[in-house]
């Protein structure tokens, strides 16, 4: 597995929560690696983006709640969340960009559940 999500769960709305994308040494060195996600009935859509020299990109949608960030002795790229709204529920996903040659096949994510 080259990328492997982890670190979902059930959380109240306005908490917070952090997510692990762990990737292989051949995309984590050379590749930018984003966070995706899937709520029920709707389309993956793109959330949060980090290059190799750390430029971030994010959805409007979190602007201001969400930061990506990456571990480069750790092969990790981080999902920081706060202020999650119900809204935010869905399975997030990390790889890299659609259409790079170093996208992988979607995984099994992890589930982020935001509800009272």
């Known amino acids: 597995v080259q990328l492997q999500a982890s670190g979902g769960g059930l959380v109240q709305p306005g908490g917070s929560l952090r997510l692990s994308c762990a990737a292989s040494d051949s995309i984590f060195a050379v590749s930018p690696l984003g966070w995706y996600r899937q709520a029920p009935g709707k389309q993956r859509e793109p959330v949060a983006l980090i290059t190799v020299g750390r430029g971030t990109n994010y959805a409007d949608s979190v602007k201001g709640r969400f930061t990506i960030s990456r571990d480069n002795a750790k092969n990790t790229v981080y999902l920081q969340m706060t202020s999650l709204k119900p809204e935010d529920t869905a399975v997030y996903y990390c790889?890299?960009?659609?259409?790079?040659?170093?996208?992988?096949?979607w995984g099994q994510g992890t589930l982020v559940t935001v509800s009272s």
């Open positions: 790889n890299a960009p659609i259409g790079s040659r170093y996208h992988q096949s």
